[in-house]
């Protein structure tokens, strides 16, 4: 195993303090408990939105802390759900009276963690409201779930659920804008070679040279089938009809495409999958008129991608397009 790391001990400390004197504009890191938040406060009767999990799927979730997306994300060890302590500090930190939407992503731990601290936070009078996302369509259940996985549109629903609430959109507002992003999007993964998690120093599964798994989950776990490596148009293919088939996407939909890198596959290789969906889409009469292509929801160093659809109205093409400035996602701003 070659890390450019301390420690595995230390990682993600180690990281999250290097975030915070790279970007001190826009972020401050809590020690104890460990939480990142926005460096500027809250505005006041605004919703603030929380997210978090395991670290290992940078920038998600710390690297969407700022305006127009996230005010918190709560990290957790690699591959590790962050624990309600965590979520509660992060809470009172940014709550400003309108309440705190938690954005949580459909993995065991996430969701236990997340409704322990929001009993907890209610308790104390903080208004909180969930969203749970599961946008997979790898497989029904998975080690880490029940039900299906939440993945790539996650990021889109931080962005876009993150425009409503810094206009103003009051909290079962942003809930249902956040419900409807999770139900008109669907993503399915492929991974060409596994992670290494640090404290673990070896791969987390084992692929043939000439192997490849598609629908593979963020954490390495399985999917759906493992195939020989072939062409990226037939790869592309079998992710896009696993994707097109499921909602399913129709003639005459305006779409965002998401196509995001998994950690160790260059931008070279995911503009050939962009050109292959472009390709496809247009055939079946599916116009994309928004985008995003990079490394922003991450398995550490596994090389490979994942493909989100977004089904939009002009709701949420106006919420895309507002101004976003965080460490890994601007523009407008």
């Not at 919703?47 to 979730?61: I, K, T």
């Not at 990021?155 to 009051?170: C, M, P, R, S």
């Not at 909602?247 to 962009?274: A, C, Q, S």
């Amino acid at each position: 195993m070659k890390k450019l790391i301390n420690s595995p001990e230390t990682v993600v400390r180690d990281a999250l303090f290097g975030m915070a004197a790279a970007h001190p504009q826009l972020v401050r890191v809590s020690v104890d408990p460990v939480f990142v938040v926005r460096a500027d406060p809250p505005s006041p009767g605004r919703v603030a939105l929380l997210s978090g999990g395991g670290s290992g799927h940078e920038p998600l979730h710390a690297g969407f802390v700022g305006r127009g997306m996230l005010h918190a994300a709560c990290p957790g060890p690699i591959f590790t759900s962050p624990v309600p302590d965590q979520i509660l500090a992060a809470t009172r930190a940014i709550n400003n009276g309108a309440g705190v939407l938690y954005i949580v992503k459909n993995y065991t731990g996430d969701i236990m963690n997340f409704e322990i601290a929001a009993e907890l936070a209610q308790a104390e009078g903080i208004d909180v409201a969930t969203v749970v996302t599961n946008d997979d369509v790898a497989v029904q259940d998975s080690l880490y779930t029940a039900g299906r996985r939440g993945v790539g549109v996650t990021v889109l629903v931080e962005k876009i659920v993150g425009g409503a609430a810094e206009a103003g959109a009051d909290l079962e507002h942003c809930r249902q804008i956040a419900e409807r992003v999770n139900g008109e999007g669907r993503s399915i993964g492929v991974a060409l070679t596994s992670c290494i998690v640090p404290q673990a120093g070896r791969p987390t599964f084992d692929l043939g040279a000439d192997e490849i798994e598609i629908g593979i989950g963020i954490h390495g776990e399985p999917g759906r089938q493992r195939t020989h490596i072939r062409p990226a148009a037939e790869i592309t293919k079998l992710l896009a009809d696993a994707v097109l088939g499921d909602l399913p996407f129709r003639d005459g939909d305006h779409v965002l495409v998401f196509v995001n890198g998994m950690g160790g596959t260059p931008l070279i290789e995911l503009y050939v999958v962009y050109g292959e969906l472009d390709r496809l889409l247009r055939h079946r009469g599916i116009t994309i008129v928004r985008n995003l292509i990079g490394n922003y929801m991450t398995a550490l160093e596994m090389a490979g991608c994942s493909v989100t659809l977004l089904r939009l109205d002009d709701e949420f093409i106006r919420l895309w397009d507002a101004p976003v400035h965080t460490a890994a996602l601007r523009w407008g701003a």
